[in-house]
């Protein structure tokens, strides 16, 4: 059994910076890559960034140049630097871990910017 356990959310202006952690615990095996996905009211989670074993980044077009996604191996925690917040960015944000044989999700933090 795998744990996610996601910190950092909150209510912040346009503009402004918030970080976001996610701590992974259990019987971890061959992780390949770890994220971050939102989920507006009323649309479908999309992915915001993901970051391979390997440190290789993927971003959305949205949030390239202001996320930036970060990993720590050895304890396996994973975190996102939100820079120039923008109202659009509100959403409910989950950890994701990928194994080579499943996928995780953590319970999601609410992040909310106020225009």
């Known amino acids: 059994q795998v744990q996610l356990v996601e910190s950092g959310g909150g209510v912040v202006q346009a503009g402004g910076s918030l970080r976001l952690s996610c701590a992974a615990s259990?019987?971890?095996?061959?992780?390949?890559?770890m994220g971050w996905y939102r989920q507006a009211p009323g649309k479908q989670r999309e992915l915001v960034a993901t970051?391979?074993?390997?440190?290789?980044?993927n971003y959305a077009g949205s949030v390239k140049g202001r996320f930036t996604i970060s990993r720590d191996n050895a304890v396996n925690t994973v975190s996102l630097q939100m820079n120039s917040l923008k109202p659009e960015d509100t959403a409910v944000y989950y950890c994701?871990?990928?194994?080579?044989?499943?996928?995780?999700w953590g319970q999601g933090t609410q992040v909310t910017v106020s225009s």
């Open positions: 994701n871990l990928r194994s080579y044989s499943d996928s995780y």
């Open positions: 259990g019987a971890i095996f061959s992780i390949r890559a």
């Open positions: 970051i391979s074993t390997g440190g290789s980044t």
